[in-house]
């Protein structure tokens, strides 16, 4: 088949692009990374299930959880049910837990397979939370449910909890009482309004810094039930400053309370860090990423190399997944999930590109035809002739055919 195609331009012309016929990446296997990595994982709609797929829920549970395995073969953890799941926008709770569910027994089979799972208040009907005591009861009903299962919690930033607390204080008294609570040293979850407005002055405050210091008091107020924080700011300087701030000792291992990068425009710099710092907690970034979901591939061997001392081949090969991640994260950054998919359909890791919720309509063809360029200049495309003909798929139901 011909690694050629009609692309359309922002100037409203279609362009002929021929594939790069570079050789796609492929990990080591076998290298242990020092750095925790956690890839947010998507789900697999069921594109033939009879439901009403705005309002109705449905999935794919065997590619679901196929992918799942993937990511743990190429050396990756799972953060399950969160946002990159479509948490909050068409994953309903009772299928996150189920879906927490699968992938843990999955899990089982998979020696060294890292999992940890999305907690939040999303079950709560919004116009009934009245009170932080009804946020506080929410949290302890899905944490109860995961725990049950043995699964490591994410506590994840509560849209009900933005919108019921006054202040600083009320945070303070909700995360007091689900650590304290908490069985084993938990992730907790700081995502910016750029990829949900509802959480917009989280933490009790608008003044970024400010919310930082009320996140880092809790943080210090119970080190050693936090395994570290996942930030998703879109601002390097701000995590960094945050990452040298936290406490030195607890964590899960005793060794400091971990920053996990949720930069998705960043990230390769904040996993290399800068080495600031007494404690290596300061000096460096662990990763939660939704984007590793994408480039699972380029982010294993690249951490492989970064485990063997090798940064510049780290750069080399995460470097150009940059430009591609940013332009899946690009404004509105919630509909950044759509981009995830869109490459596992492109790479054969799923037989349709169908979303729950059906997503799958929030990103333009020229948003399409741009990540396709841009995954095969970072090397991306698994399987260059299948990537090309679902591509020339995409393009006739948007009546374009060569």
Known sequence: MSLTLSLPTTAGQLQTYKLSG???????????????????????????????PWLQCAVDWDATIAYRRRLWSLGLGVAEAMDTAQRGM?????????LIRRSLDAAKDMPGALVAS???????????????????RGYEEQ?????????????????????????????????????????????????????DPALTG????HDLDRAMDTALG???????????IKISLLDKDKEIAMRRRLPATGGADGQGVRMYTGDDFNYAELIAGDGTGTATVHGQSDALLGIFDAIAPAASAALGELAQGNTARFH????????????????????????????AWLNGHQSHFTMVGGQQSTRSLLHFAE????????????????????????????????
């Open 118 to 136: 999305g907690c939040g208040t999303d079950h709560l009907m919004q116009d009934e939370v009245k009170s932080v005591d009804d946020v506080i």
């Open 316 to 343: 080399t090969i995460l470097g150009p997944t940059v430009p591609l991640s940013r332009h899946i994260f690009a404004a509105p950054t919630r509909f950044y999930k759509t981009g995830v998919v869109f490459m």
């Open 202 to 205: 989280y933490w009790g405050s």
């Open 371 to 402: 990540l396709f360029r841009l995954a095969d200049a970072a090397g991306l495309l698994e399987q260059p002739d299948l990537a090309v003909r679902r591509m020339k798929t995409l393009l006739a139901l948007h009546g374009i055919e060569d």
């Open 218 to 228: 809790i943080i210090a107020a119970h080190a050693d039930k936090v395994d570290g």
């Open 90 to 98: 068409g994953l309903d709770w009772p299928t996150s837990l189920e």
């Open 22 to 52: 570079a050789t796609p990446i492929q990990p080591t296997p076998g290298v242990k990374f020092n750095r925790i990595a956690y890839s947010a994982a998507h789900v697999v709609a069921d594109p033939r299930a009879a439901i009403d």
């Open 143 to 195: 944490m109860e449910a995961i725990e049950k299962l043995g699964g490591k919690l994410i506590v994840m930033a509560s849209r009900a909890l933005a919108r019921v607390a006054k202040g600083p204080a009320d945070y303070e008294r909700v995360y007091d009482r689900i650590l304290t609570q908490a069985r084993q040293p938990v992730v907790l979850h700081w995502l910016g309004d750029m990829f």
